[in-house]
Protein backbone atom coordinates (compact mmCIF):
# COMPACT_ATOMS: atom_id res chain seq x y z
CA UNK A 1 0.00 0.00 0.00
CA UNK A 2 1.19 3.61 -1.01
CA UNK A 3 1.45 5.82 1.86
CA UNK A 4 1.86 9.63 1.59
CA UNK A 5 3.49 11.23 4.37
CA UNK A 6 3.40 14.85 4.86
CA UNK A 7 5.57 17.41 7.18
CA UNK A 8 4.03 19.89 8.80
CA UNK A 9 5.58 23.74 9.14
CA UNK A 10 7.91 24.94 9.53
CA UNK A 11 9.41 21.07 9.15
CA UNK A 12 11.08 19.16 6.60
CA UNK A 13 10.98 15.20 5.39
CA UNK A 14 13.98 15.01 8.50
CA UNK A 15 11.14 14.23 10.47
CA UNK A 16 10.32 10.72 9.05
CA UNK A 17 13.80 8.93 9.23
CA UNK A 18 13.03 7.26 12.17
CA UNK A 19 9.58 5.75 10.97
CA UNK A 20 10.00 5.22 7.16
CA UNK A 21 12.30 1.88 7.82
CA UNK A 22 9.67 0.77 10.64
CA UNK A 23 7.17 1.41 7.51
CA UNK A 24 8.59 0.08 4.53
CA UNK A 25 10.88 -3.24 6.36
CA UNK A 26 8.29 -4.03 9.49
CA UNK A 27 9.72 -7.48 9.73
CA UNK A 28 13.08 -5.39 10.95
CA UNK A 29 11.70 -4.18 14.09
CA UNK A 30 9.64 -7.47 14.68
CA UNK A 31 6.46 -6.64 12.73
CA UNK A 32 4.60 -8.62 9.72
CA UNK A 33 6.46 -7.90 6.74
CA UNK A 34 2.72 -7.97 5.13
CA UNK A 35 2.11 -5.29 6.65
CA UNK A 36 4.68 -2.95 4.76
CA UNK A 37 4.35 0.39 2.96
CA UNK A 38 5.76 1.77 0.21
CA UNK A 39 6.37 5.62 1.21
CA UNK A 40 6.32 8.80 -0.43
CA UNK A 41 7.35 11.92 1.82
CA UNK A 42 7.88 14.74 -0.64
CA UNK A 43 9.18 18.25 0.70
CA UNK A 44 6.28 20.49 0.24
CA UNK A 45 6.56 23.05 -2.26
CA UNK A 46 8.76 25.89 -0.96
CA UNK A 47 9.91 24.08 1.52
CA UNK A 48 13.35 22.28 2.80
CA UNK A 49 14.62 20.03 -0.38
CA UNK A 50 11.36 21.56 -3.11
CA UNK A 51 12.37 23.97 -5.24
CA UNK A 52 12.41 27.96 -3.71
CA UNK A 53 9.30 29.56 -3.24
CA UNK A 54 7.27 31.68 -5.89
CA UNK A 55 7.57 35.22 -5.04
CA UNK A 56 4.00 34.77 -3.79
CA UNK A 57 3.18 32.20 -1.44
CA UNK A 58 2.51 28.62 -2.32
CA UNK A 59 -1.38 28.39 -0.82
CA UNK A 60 -2.28 25.04 1.14
CA UNK A 61 -4.87 24.23 -1.96
CA UNK A 62 -2.10 24.54 -4.79
CA UNK A 63 -0.15 22.18 -2.22
CA UNK A 64 -2.81 19.94 -2.33
CA UNK A 65 -2.90 20.13 -6.08
CA UNK A 66 0.78 18.99 -6.47
CA UNK A 67 0.53 15.92 -4.23
CA UNK A 68 -2.21 14.88 -5.71
CA UNK A 69 -0.70 14.87 -8.88
CA UNK A 70 2.14 13.40 -8.22
CA UNK A 71 0.26 10.23 -6.76
CA UNK A 72 -2.42 9.81 -9.04
CA UNK A 73 -0.56 10.79 -12.17
CA UNK A 74 2.87 10.90 -11.68
CA UNK A 75 3.47 7.90 -9.98
CA UNK A 76 0.29 6.51 -10.68
CA UNK A 77 -1.19 4.94 -7.84
CA UNK A 78 -5.19 4.53 -7.99
CA UNK A 79 -5.24 4.51 -3.84
CA UNK A 80 -2.92 5.52 -0.89
CA UNK A 81 -3.20 6.00 2.36
CA UNK A 82 -2.01 9.67 3.40
CA UNK A 83 -0.92 11.07 6.87
CA UNK A 84 0.24 14.63 7.38
CA UNK A 85 0.68 16.72 10.30
CA UNK A 86 0.34 20.39 11.26
CA UNK A 87 0.19 22.11 7.76
CA UNK A 88 0.74 18.89 5.91
CA UNK A 89 -2.42 17.38 7.68
CA UNK A 90 -4.31 20.48 5.73
CA UNK A 91 -3.14 19.48 2.89
CA UNK A 92 -3.35 15.53 3.02
CA UNK A 93 -7.49 16.36 3.57
CA UNK A 94 -7.42 18.98 0.10
CA UNK A 95 -5.79 16.51 -1.62
CA UNK A 96 -8.23 13.98 -0.43
CA UNK A 97 -10.57 16.31 -2.01
CA UNK A 98 -9.14 16.42 -5.19
CA UNK A 99 -8.57 12.68 -5.99
CA UNK A 100 -9.47 11.61 -9.38
CA UNK A 101 -10.57 7.63 -9.32
CA UNK A 102 -11.57 6.56 -12.93
Known amino acids: MPLLLL ?3 PGSVFEFLEIIPRLTDPARFGGDARDAFTVVAPSLPGYGLSFPPRPEAVTASEMAECVA ?6 LGYRRFGAQGGDWGAAITAGSAMRTRIG
Open 7 to 9: HGW
Open 69 to 74: ALMHDV
